[in-house]
């Protein structure tokens, strides 16, 4: 998928999360950088090799001593999104069928709870991949994940 076809997730992704260029603590603690990009924890390993291929100092960040440049945003944003697409994919058994709205919100909620998480919906995951929105729509209210 390109850049250019994962904007409109990307956009909705940074109005719900915001983006920094130094770490900062997330809602439960975790230092975090970017655009919800978590850097400690089961996320340590992925991010010390993203950072690495980014040529960007992964210790330093991290301590606060140096934040990332709009364009490392950019690039980290895209692996994670990136990333949740293709985890959707896995999820969805017709994913790459589905209307790219729908292909949009699913992304989305995989990258804010990962694949463990999304997987927890399991009676929307059935209504997606049956193409009853409507029903997927009234799991998600009705769910106490």
């Known amino acids: 998928m390109s850049v250019e076809e994962m904007a409109p997730v990307m956009e909705s992704i940074i109005s719900h999360e915001g983006s920094k260029t130094k770490v900062y603590k997330d809602t439960k603690g975790n230092p975090t950088v970017g655009v919800g990009y978590k850097l400690t924890g089961t996320n340590a390993p992925q991010a010390k ?3 690495k291929e ?3 100092d992964y210790d330093a960040v991290l301590s606060g001593a140096a934040e990332l440049t ?4 950019d690039a980290l944003t895209i ?7 293709a985890a959707s994919s896995r999820i969805i058994k017709n994913f790459e069928s589905q209307p790219d709205s729908v292909k949009d919100v699913v992304t989305e909620m995989v990258f804010q709870l990962g694949p463990t998480g999304f997987k927890k919906f399991k009676k929307t995951i059935a209504a997606i ?6 029903k997927a729509a009234d799991e998600l209210e009705d769910s106490q994940v």
């Not at 709009?70 to 945003?73: E, G, K, L, S, T």
């Not at 692996?79 to 697409?85: D, Q, Y």
């Not at 991949?129 to 409507?134: C, H, V």
């Open 54 to 56: 980014l040529e960007i």
């Open 49 to 51: 090799e993203d950072f």
């Open 129 to 134: 991949e049956e193409g009853d929105y409507e």
């Open 70 to 73: 709009p364009n490392q945003v």
């Open 79 to 85: 692996k994670s999104v990136s990333r949740a697409r």
